[in-house]
């Protein structure tokens, strides 16, 4: 039996657990994990993709849209919830996944959430030094805009146009957030619980400010007649708003990767992903509800450009009584209060989600799939320093020389095939190890997990498929890595004497062909149906396919005995 199917037994993952001298310091309590669930759940999400998904997708039906991701969410959650209770490991899905579908499996989703974390963290990062500037500009401070934006960006200055050099401020905060984790879990987890106190009252602010001047005329008709296209409006445009304000919940996996940290993991993990859950899908709604009460969704459409905070703003501008057909606003302090809310809520997302990728690097590290350096753990703080500082130059250098774009959705489709496996997951420990104990039980077992299954695949499918893609590119770097270094270096294959099965890689290599395929189907699909021009994509994913089919035609030759 080649390692590629061959799981992790759990007693070596419970073991793993255990607090050592060179291990992970466990300091979190379960109120500790809701707010860092809460830390990663409330920020760019909510502050700027609720207004846009409102105007282009579902009007005031974002509220149905909130719900409907809620509930897939939920159903993952209480997945997550039984692993974490179970398997209390650095890792998260990827951790799951090795100890229910083998290393393959766990590769890819370890490799998937790459994508969720780092790529996710330094696209915030990028956000957040444009939220500075307005924030700075409100007390009458400019700041250079060449230091302001990448070299690929442009700015204007007495109608003449300029480049900018590097994205300092981006530079800045996930250096901070970065150093914040290298000091200490407890110490990140501290400053994460000042973040979201704040920010959870500035919302609360928000909704109580609001709630008067919320008008029946702006909430009619909850759910618009779709305009005649697939997405716009009607329950096709509820659906695709779902799918796209998922971002917006994004975070509370990351609870589960400091699982290992804990000081009562079956009991708190629980309570700390289910909790910060729950929170924030009420807050959610009701800031929703508030949102596209006070004024027309249709006006949301002004937030177009790069910016996202102009839907919360317009909110706040329409909070007034009307003087002369004009409406003043009641609370025009409230507009740089909701900036200070960003810029915090940025930060715990940047904190929250380095810390969860280094704690996935750790885990994949000390399975042999990768370096050994991402498993060092600091002698006086007991932290992945070194797996803390690569992603601080990795990030850093992506936030301040790559455009902050929106990737909202890229974000949301690694995030959706990781809960899709979680759920699996539970379906096969219940069958393959149904006596394992469980602080944790996933209720109405097969139904929610299938259930969270079919939910969260469908919002896949409502993604565009530029977006898809992307994931199936970055999935074939993903398994260039895995035949290049992972397979022949894995301990687990190494104990069982199974790293040069020719099976593992000419499986891995027949993965790759089905990626290849796939490629070029969705490459082919995007360019028919494109209304823009795509031949920068399409000559990226014709380099792709040709490169992979010579690389993943030669292994399949090599090892095709």
């Known amino acids: 039996m080649s390692n590629l199917w061959r799981t992790k037994p759990l007693s070596q993952l419970m073991s793993e657990s255990d607090e050592t001298s060179d291990g992970l310091k466990k300091t979190l309590s379960a109120a500790s994990l809701v707010a860092l669930g809460i830390g990663a759940i409330i920020g760019a999400g909510l502050f700027s993709i609720t207004g846009i998904a409102a105007a282009n997708y579902a009007g005031p039906g974002i509220m149905i849209s909130f719900i409907i991701a809620a509930i897939g969410c939920a159903f993952a959650g209480l997945c997550y919830a039984e692993f974490a209770s179970m398997i209390p490991v650095a890792g998260s899905a990827y951790t799951y996944s090795y100890a229910t579908m083998g290393e393959f499996i766990a590769w890819i989703i370890g490799w998937d959430l790459v994508l969720e974390y780092a790529v996710g963290s330094a696209t915030v990062a990028s956000s957040w ?101 697939f997405g716009e409006y009607g329950w096709s445009g509820i659906i695709r708003a779902a799918a ?142 070194k797996s803390n500082l690569f992603f601080l130059v990795f990030v850093s250098l992506f936030a301040a020389f790559v455009p902050g774009r929106v990737v909202g959705e890229m974000t949301s489709i690694g995030t959706l095939f990781a809960f899709i496996l979680v759920c699996a997951g539970v379906l096969v420990m219940r069958r393959t190890q149904p006596d394992a104990p469980r602080a944790f ?62 099976k593992n890689y000419s499986v891995t290599a027949i993965s790759g062909v089905f990626l290849t395929v796939l490629l070029a189907v969705l490459a082919y699909l995007h360019h028919q149906n494109a209304e823009v021009d795509d031949s920068g994509l399409i000559m990226f994913s014709v380099v792709m396919i040709i490169a992979h089919t010579i690389l993943y035609g030669y292994y399949m030759i090599k090892y095709r005995k």
């Open 129 to 229: 030094s444009g939220y500075l500037s307005k924030f700075m500009s409100s007390f009458g401070v400019s700041l250079p805009h060449s230091l302001m934006m990448t070299p690929f960006d442009s700015y204007t200055v007495d109608g003449v146009m300029h480049s900018g050099l590097i994205n300092l401020p981006a530079v800045f905060i996930v250096t901070v957030m970065s150093l914040v984790l290298i000091k200490g879990t407890s110490e990140s987890a501290f400053v994460n619980t000042l973040i979201v106190i704040l920010k959870v009252a500035i919302v609360i602010i928000f909704i109580v400010v609001g709630w008067k001047y919320v008008k029946a005329e702006n909430l009619t008709p909850l759910i618009p007649a779709n305009t005649g296209k």
């Open 244 to 385: 796209v304000v998922f971002f917006a919940y994004i975070g509370f996996d990351a609870v589960s990767t400091a699982a290992q940290e804990t000081k009562n993991p079956k009991k708190a993990m629980p309570i700390g992903i289910m909790g910060s859950l729950l929170i924030c899908t009420v807050l959610y709604i009701i800031f929703a509800y508030v949102m596209v009460g006070v004024v027309n969704y249709k006006a949301f459409t002004a937030g177009g450009g790069g910016d996202h905070l102009a839907p919360v703003a317009i909110a706040i501008e329409a909070m007034g009584d009307v003087v002369n057909g004009t409406v003043v606003p009641a609370y025009p302090w409230l507009n740089t209060t909701i900036i200070l809310a960003i810029l915090l809520g940025y930060a715990s997302v940047i904190l929250v989600m380095l810390m969860g990728q280094s704690r996935v690097f750790y885990s994949m590290s000390k399975d042999g799939l990768l370096p050994k350096v991402f498993s060092e753990v600091h002698p006086k703080f007991r932290t992945p320093y």
């Open 441 to 502: 039980r996933t209720p109405l077992v097969p139904l929610i997990p299938v259930l969270g299954i079919l939910v969260c695949l469908g919002m896949m499918v409502f993604l565009p498929f530029d977006t898809w893609i992307r994931l199936v590119c970055w999935m074939m770097i993903g398994l260039d890595v895995y035949l290049y270094r992972g397979i022949k270096n894995s301990f687990l294959g190494k104990a069982n004497n199974t790293t040069n099965d020719p």
